[in-house]
């Protein structure tokens, strides 16, 4: 019966490896590079984008798979004009151009050439129409250090602003950078082979510790059942047969 239920779990790993752990990794999806700010969890608001004043913001990093950028346009009164975004860091330059007519609540997005390495930029989005707009952003605890300001002064709001890939890819082809930027902002100690190396200790001490604790479980219950038989057989006839 134990070699049984040991078998059993050990399928039920291997299945489920094959059948949910795998395609999760393998799936190909829509993959941010960088969000430097984040959509709000709770309280959304607006910042305008007028004729003539650009919302910047600093702090924002391209990385060097960085070759879309979005961001999303309020609206509600009339279709958004066109808008010029520009991006500068150091020995980095682009600019990308999002043509007029999106809708209130729609998604802008532009391509840029990606960056060499990664660079820390300087966004600013301007409005080449005539007709006033505003972009989405947050005031919540989402809020990032990406402050958006108008003729330099702060409006205390983040636009909602991200770099992504230019297309889908599966999480398994980004392991390893993933992995290296979860090192930052960590003790000197924590590095990738460190973080390598609790990732392989997880995914097969997992499934050990459950095929050790079912086979441990089963030898209790085992000894606890010859327990019962053994306090049985010691029992007087007498009282065996009066219970």
């Known amino acids: 019966m134990r070699r049984w239920a040991i078998l059993g779990a050990v399928v039920v790993f291997v299945l489920g490896a094959l059948f949910v752990v795998r395609p999760f990794v393998a799936e190909q999806r829509d993959m941010p590079t ?30 060097a798979h960085s070759e879309l950028i ?61 007709i006033p707009t505003a972009l989405f952003a947050s005031n919540d605890r989402t809020r990032s250090r990406s402050l958006a300001t108008i003729d330099g002064e702060s409006t205390g709001q983040s636009v909602w602003f991200a770099f992504y890939e230019p297309r889908w890819r599966a999480i398994s082809e980004r392991l390893p950078l993933t992995i290296d930027r979860m090192t930052v902002f960590r003790p000197g100690y924590v590095t990738s082979w460190v973080l390598w190396i609790i990732a392989v200790l997880f995914l097969v001490g997992v499934p050990i510790g459950v095929v050790w604790a079912l086979v441990r479980g089963m030898r209790e219950d085992r000894t606890d059942d010859l327990s019962k038989v053994d306090v049985e057989v010691a029992r007087p006839a007498w009282r065996r047969f009066l219970d």
């Open 70 to 130: 979005r961001f999303r346009v309020s609206a509600p009164e009339a279709p958004a004009p066109q808008m010029t975004v520009t991006l500068k860091g150091p020995g980095y330059q682009a600019q990308a151009v999002i043509p007029p007519g999106l809708l209130d609540g729609m998604t802008a997005q532009a391509a840029i050439p990606a960056p060499l390495v990664d660079v820390p930029v300087r966004v600013c989005i301007t409005n080449d129409g005539d």
């Open 34 to 63: 960088e969000i430097p700010s984040p959509a709000s969890l709770m309280n959304t608001s607006s910042v305008p984008l007028d004729p003539g004043k650009p919302v910047c913001f600093d702090d924002a990093v391209a990385e």
